[in-house]
Nanobody, 125 residues
Framework: VQLQASGGGLVQPGGSLRLSCAFS????????LGWFRQAPGKEREGVSCISGADGSIRYADSVKGRFTISKDVAKNTVYLQMNSVKPEDTAVYHC???????????????????WGQGTQVTVSS
């Protein structure tokens, strides 16, 4: 599976941004897909994920109510809509895929076998 993230940039606090991740590969529409982020000097953390089996969704507490994950099967793309962004959302955002995800471990980077390159999101005035 190959993944290509895009949509990052500079946004002011309180603003919005939408990240996209195009994925491709055999049966990739059935894969679980996740968004992760890594800020300088910090560990990579799970932001949101969507199950390939039943569409279940999970969010990190830090983004609940502000970020929305969605998937367009026809376009083989997963999105992360980021609203009311804060300076602490600044990070490199990565998308990832797994064909054997255990949902209880869906937030763990180690649960994902396939990764796209990151896209930088900077929240600053």
């Amino acid at each position: 599976v190959q993944l290509q993230a895009s949509g990052g940039g500079l946004v002011q606090p309180g603003g919005s941004l939408r990240l996209s991740c195009a994925f491709s590969g055999p049966n990739s529409n059935y894969y679980a897909l996740g968004w992760f982020r890594q800020a300088p000097g910090k560990e990579r953390e799970g932001v949101s994920c969507i199950s390939g089996a039943d569409g279940s969704i999970r969010y990190a507490d830090s983004v609940k109510g502000r970020f929305t994950i969605s998937k367009d099967v026809a376009k083989n793309t997963v999105y992360l809509q980021m609203n009311s962004v804060k300076p602490e959302d600044t990070a490199v955002y990565h998308c990832a895929a797994s064909n054997s995800l255990i949902w209880s471990a869906a937030s763990a980077p180690a649960s994902y076998s396939f990764w796209g390159q990151g896209t930088q999101v900077t929240v600053s005035s």
